[in-house]
């Protein structure tokens, strides 16, 4: 058969992996991206390349081998110039070369939104030294949320509550900082009421909207999520528009994941992916069309429907807490027999745990919010990694 499309899909992880069954499903054919071999999505795709993203001889030449319809960014870690090589030679990157340009570094999409766009968002300085860590520190005062420009799932990320703790924090993001930037983005530390993610799709026939995921956050890493989020109308509407602005402003078709805090009724932007989102995972239960089945859709150029949402649901990280080859995963029909309207789990199939390092989820739909929380954080703790003797 002829594909619908052929994709390559830059990062394997467990959003790679739901991505990769949605687009099979549509009849494409992907061709799945890791550094390391047996990654999660590579073991649901046609062909796996394992290479460094960051590497761009390697990159170009897998592209350039693979002749793909569409170039799909799964992680942040991607050296985005040849991305944007190949989109001048006619490639389609998603959803632009120049989203996951300004995404990977915190200091551009940052600079986009609050400068060029206007939005709100928290007070913040760079820095590219301890020192100027301390001049940032002074200017705009603690708590102080302090990050590597280059970063994702909190890596390298701390809050200084007390200044004498400065330079403790600059040495943490120095050691967690990926690529080849020593920068650091210091902000000043937002006492939301509650954060959401708010899936929007930029699609052929304009934008949609998912309903909003709320969820908590430890050490800067998602640890549960629900859908709907309960907003004032006025929030909602004010996370919309700011939503709106920043992806027609990066462009391209496909959904994005975008972070915001909200207090009261006043709504802070954070971040973006443009891609699917790890707190998102909740739409693996919660809606008709997952953000998986959305992402696809929104890439391929198909018709997205009215969004269809089956009420309260909640996502919960299964994690693992130390460094192992040899590992087994067990409790699952524990988790699976949690009481609520619906209860389901996905091992991701990680081949090495790492303390923190996140293997699966456990996906729970109930009669309201704190129901489904309840029952996806009982179906998560049923799910044991049992580490062997080797390591
Ligand atoms: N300025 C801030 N004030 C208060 N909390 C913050 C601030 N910045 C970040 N956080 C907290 O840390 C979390 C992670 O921050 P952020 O999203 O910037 O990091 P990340 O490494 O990009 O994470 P991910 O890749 O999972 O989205 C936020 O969701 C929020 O809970
Ligand atoms: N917040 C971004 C995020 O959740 N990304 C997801 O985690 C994977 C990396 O996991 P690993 O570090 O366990 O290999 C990525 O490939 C992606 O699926
Ligand atoms: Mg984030």
Known sequence: MTPTAK????????LGREFVISAKRLGCHVIACDSYPAAPAMQVADEAEVFSMLDGDALGRVIAR???DFIVPEIEAIRTEVLADYEAKGFTVVPSARAAQLTMNRDAIRDLAARALGLTTSPYRYAESAEELRTAAAAIGVPLVVKPVMSS???GQSTVRDLADLDAA???AAAGMRGDRVRVIAEGFVDFDYEI??????????VHFCAPIGHRQERGDYRESWQPAAMTGAALAAAQDMARRVVDALGGHGIFGVEFFVK???VIFSELSPRPHDTG?????SQALTQFDLHARAILGLPIP????????????????RDAEDFSVSGIAEALAVPADHVDVRIFGKPVTRPYRRMGVALARAADAESARAAAINAAGCVRIVYGDKT
């Open 306 to 321: 009215g969004m269809t949402q089956f009420g309260p649901a909640a996502s919960a990280v299964i994690l693992a807490d």
């Open 264 to 266: 009261g009724d006043a």
């Open 66 to 68: 693979h002749q793909p």
């Open 7 to 14: 994709i390559l899909l830059l990062g394997s992880g467990e």
């Open 170 to 172: 600059w040495d943490y």
């Open 281 to 285: 995972m909740v739409t693996l239960t």
């Open 153 to 155: 799932s909190g890596k």
């Open 197 to 206: 993610t708010l899936l929007t799709i930029r699609a052929q026939d304009g």
